[in-house]
């Protein structure tokens, strides 16, 4: 038994001797969803349940002086009437919520919502957060700090090459396919079932209880499948809590599912950036300094993103000056958007510096690699430089910023940027339980956006035990299950891998104890494989006859969070590199080929882990095109808040797709780490580089969109 | 308006100006009042009338003939999930249709949030629930977790149906062929890469059967 400790030690197996880890698993809850058999929270349809519409604001900023739901009342079907914002309360963007009304039918919700009459007095209203001279002659803009080196001025007045510019990229909402919401069902006076479409369904219990003055014991949340999130649904939000509280009040189930234009405008946005940008390098092309003014809102509160993203990536620039304004605007307010901050600082920054290079005449690739001793991860963005560079065979390919061969009015060009992100594990307890007959089962209360949480868990369990899939049996989505962190910041994948693989382990290691016992053999060299216990290579007996020594209750265990033991890890690096075809005739950008290069330490599922990739080049493909919130700026309202005006890429729109993972031998030993949050944030740099290579002039604002390209290309022949 | 085609057809027991005198949509009368046919209809119907008492309809649902109750403004989606549980439909919340909300009618790929269930009625309706029968699932359902195309799940089912639809259409599609038919539907995890292989490997086994048979 002596060899037993040292060879029990927690880790993952050395590459290569494992049979389902990594590989390409599909997964496990596919058919579920792509046959319309799971069940999200606004598919929950309860008999009795009543259907909620909202009144929303019209007006960005404005006190209500009346409003009266009486008549909205006596609309046949409708059932009640909740007022969210009474006479004198001040509503803060078009999309406040004041009131809901709950009907038998949507249709009649709808109609109650109509016959609501509500009287306004508007306020004061700033909506525009692009000019920030504007804001601030409106005292709608906020100092959010200053720092500079004091031998700043000095290197700038020695640098040999410089360039100054301006880059911005606009709010951008969440936009869901399942709105936020839920369904609320009192099973009686103190126990409440909520179905809600969430990021952290152990948060939720006690949000609700508050709301509606019960123990959080008397609440259960579930959350089987989420139609989406993108850092969006976290909190329960105020129309979580008004579902709940409907619900009580009614006592019948209530289902308040946002509709689309309430959607895009309430629950979440992503924080505008624009910048005045300096950069300065030496004679060779190394930067030695950096100067940047940039402001934008995140709507009523006023702020914009992070100051310690800025410059983004290259953040060893010795010499810099920085300044940060926050702009209050009447619009709705943020929430955290997948990466948060990193995409508009990759916009705004590495813009800047291809800008630089471009001016020197020096190849972006050059440039960038010049200078990735000014970031945290210098060879690694080398190594990923060069197996993007040879994917997209840019030395042959690449061209003087305007300088390629016309084709039919059209223009190609290449560009290129980096990103990077922590990922770290969150706090998730798992409990396992190892049946009798084999058969092993995982509870915690995490959730599954999308990236493959259950395929993932499922995978190490099979992994560990030497079992099918089939075998496996996950339990996920319930706060009655063990506490889970929320699902952002790509901390789920490493924070169920941990406990997961901890837990298996050491069920596992019991297990492997009695089958020593019973046929007197050495327990350290036991191993589980092919369903069968093997001493050595010699089979011993077969999983479920080792699981049969339990007798008839099961084994149990359980682990918690993260711990140094080498199962996960965190911080990644990363490049992306697009080819696009712009024509100069109409304005329209057309991706060819996105490629991202990616580190991420051990994979646990190929087939979601590259999933998760290509879904971040297509959001990012989004932004970069086409995608923004639009504000009227006479009556500040959000003027594309629907599915046809607000515009996505289809399925013609984003050319070719390359995820490659980086992945040598110390990226497996690395641990887990997760993967949601990289690959969506260098893509809008990357597409922008690519347009200005293409047509030799910088397009300042994102999304291009055929307009502001014109218009880039009309400004550089004047 | 999407479904102004299909209210012109009079396939069912209801016809175009009966729903409109009944239902009282007065938006939609007055957008429609160009056109010379509905001058009668638009003349009876009065601002604010009370919607329509609900009606019993029969839909046939997946080659079964299913007795709902429903207003005539209800969606065929809003029938199909609130009605009938069949929730593989999803809906998105918005009057315009992006695709998550699509089934067939009569062969044909729609929108089911465009289309009023009353106008069904004596149509062939099929949801993504009639691709799982059991331990048999469509090609396209098994296509789409072998490829991956599918994150969160929401759009899945009807982009299932759209390439279900697309696919039947045309077997040997094209893959320019498929990214045109396939166009009417969005995704917002970005999970387009994967439903077009799928698409194409079906279809490329498509075009050897159609060859095969010549």
């Given at each position: ?475 996920i989505g319930s706060s009655k299950y063990p506490n889970a962190g929320g699902s952002g910041g790509s901390t789920t ?226 | ?38 001058e009668q209809a638009v003349a009876d119907v009065k601002p604010n009338v009370v919607p329509a008492k609900p009606v ?159």
């Amino acid at each position: 038994m002596s060899d037993t400790a040292t060879t029990r030690k927690v880790g993952w197996k050395p590459r290569g001797e494992n049979t389902i880890l990594g590989t390409r698993v599909p997964r496990i809850d596919g058919v579920e969803k792509a046959s319309g058999a799971a069940k999200y929270a606004a598919d929950i349809n309860t008999p009795g349940t009543l259907y909620v519409r909202l009144l929303t604001s019209d007006r960005p900023h404005a006190k209500i002086k009346k409003l009266d739901v009486k008549k909205a009342e006596k609309v046949p079907g409708v059932k009640m009437v909740h007022i969210i914002k009474d006479v004198d309360s001040e509503v803060h963007w078009d999309g406040d919520m004041i009131a809901a009304v709950a009907a038998e039918r949507i249709e009649q919700a709808m109609e109650g919502v109509k016959a609501i009459e509500i009287e306004y007095e508007t306020l004061d209203t700033y909506v525009d957060d692009r000019d920030v001279a504007a804001a601030e002659k409106a005292k709608r803009a906020k100092s959010l700090g200053k720092r500079e080196t004091k031998d700043f001025d000095a290197a700038l007045t020695a640098a040999a090459h410089k360039h100054t510019g301006f880059y911005g990229i606009p709010v951008i909402s969440h936009m869901c396919m399942e709105p936020h919401g839920s369904h609320c069902e009192w099973k009686d006076k103190e126990n409440l079932l909520a179905h809600v479409s969430t990021q952290w369904t152990s948060g939720i219990p006690g949000q609700l209880a508050s709301a509606t003055g019960v123990d959080a014991a008397n609440v259960t949340a579930i959350c089987n499948y989420i139609g989406g999130g993108f850092g969006s649904k976290f909190s329960a939000g105020e129309w979580g809590l008004v579902c709940a509280v409907m619900a009580q009040k009614a006592g019948r189930p209530i289902r308040l599912v946002l509709d689309r234009a309430t959607e895009l405008k309430t629950p979440g946005t992503r924080p505008s950036a624009f910048a005045e940008i300096t950069v300065g390098a030496d004679e060779k092309g190394n930067v030695t300094c950096w100067e940047s003014h940039h402001w934008g809102t995140s709507g009523p509160q006023g702020g914009t993103i992070d100051s310690g993203v800025v410059p983004y990536v290259f953040t060893k620039i010795k010499n810099y000056r920085r300044k940060r304004t926050g702009i209050a605007t009447d619009t709705g307010p943020f929430q955290a958007w997948r990466a948060p901050d990193h995409p508009q600082a990759a916009a705004l920054t590495l813009t800047a510096f291809d800008d630089l290079a471009a001016k020197m005449g020096m190849d972006s690739l050059e440039f960038f690699k010049k200078n990735l001793k000014l970031t945290l991860r210098p060879e690694l963005y080398a190594d990923e430089l060069e197996i993007g560079a040879k994917i997209m065979d840019w030395k042959a390919r690449w061209h003087p910023n305007g300088k390629g061969d016309v084709k039919n009015g059209t223009r190609q060009g290449l560009g290129l940027a980096l990103h990077t992100w922590g990922g770290g594990a969150n706090a998730t307890a798992v409990a396992l339980r190892v049946n009798p007959d084999g058969t092993v089962e995982s509870t915690s209360a995490t959730q599954d956006l999308g990236t493959g949480t259950r395929t993932c868990i499922a995978v190490i369990l099979a992994e560990t035990f030497g079992i099918p899939l089939s075998s496996v049996k996950v339990h996920i989505g319930s706060s009655k299950y063990p506490n889970a962190g929320g699902s952002g910041g790509s901390t789920t994948i490493g924070g169920v891998s941990g406990p997961v693989r901890r837990a298996g382990l050491e069920a596992l290691w019991k297990i492997l104890d009695l089958v020593a016992k019973r046929h007197k053999v050495d327990a350290g060299s036991l191993s589980a494989k092919n369903e069968k216990i093997y001493a050595g290579d010699k089979v011993v007996c077969s999983w479920q006859q080792a699981c049969g020594l339990l007798g008839a209750a099961p084994l149990e265990t359980q682990s918690r969070g993260r711990k140094n033991d080498g199962l996960t890890s965190q911080g990644v690096g990363g490049i992306q590199m697009a080819d696009v075809s712009v024509d100069v005739e109409t304005g329209v950008v057309r991706m060819n080929k996105m490629l991202c290069v990616q580190d991420c330490g051990t994979i646990i599922d190929r087939q979601t882990a590259e999933s998760q990739v290509l879904g971040g080049l297509i959001m990012g493909i989004s932004y970069s095109l086409s995608e923004e919130r639009i504000i009227d700026k006479a009556t500040g309202r959000y003027i594309n808040a629907d599915l046809e005006n607000y515009k996505l890429p289809r399925i013609g729109d984003i050319g070719e797709l390359i995820a490659e993972f980086y992945e040598p031998d110390e990226q497996y030993k690395k641990g887990v780490v997760g993967l949601g949050e990289p690959p969506v944030i260098s893509t809008g740099a990357a597409i922008s580089n690519a347009v200005a290579n293409a047509i030799g002039v910088r397009v300042p604002v994102l999304p291009l969109t055929p307009k502001r390209v014109l218009e880039a290309l009309k400004g550089a022949k004047a | 308006m999407q479904d102004r085609d299909r209210q012109r057809r009079k396939s069912g027991g209801f016809n175009r100006r009966d729903f409109l005198k009944g239902s009282g949509v007065a938006m939609a009368a007055t957008a429609m009042a160009t056109a010379g046919i509905e001058e009668q209809a638009v003349a009876d119907v009065k601002p604010n009338v009370v919607p329509a008492k609900p009606v019993e309809v029969v839909l046939n649902v997946n080659g079964k003939d299913q007795k709902v109750t429903i207003e005539p403004r209800t969606s065929l989606l809003h029938c199909l999930r609130d009605d009938l549980n069949l929730t593989g439909a999803k809906d998105v919340e918005d009057g315009s249709a992006i695709g998550a909300d699509t089934v067939l009618v009569d062969g044909k790929a729609v929108h089911s949030g465009s289309v009023l269930a009353v106008s069904c009625v004596g149509q062939k309706i099929e949801t993504v629930e009639s691709l799982r029968n059991g331990d048999h699932i469509d090609e396209v359902i098994a296509g789409f977790v072998k490829h991956d195309g599918l994150q969160c799940g929401y759009c899945t089912p009807g982009f299932v149906m759209a390439t279900r639809a697309a696919l039947n259409k045309k077997p040997d599609a094209s893959v320019e062929e498929l990214k045109h038919m396939l166009g009417g539907n969005i995704c917002r995890c970005g999970t387009y890469q994967g439903i077009l292989h799928c698409a194409i490997e079906i279809a490329k086994s498509g075009a050897v059967a159609t060859k095969g048979s010549n």
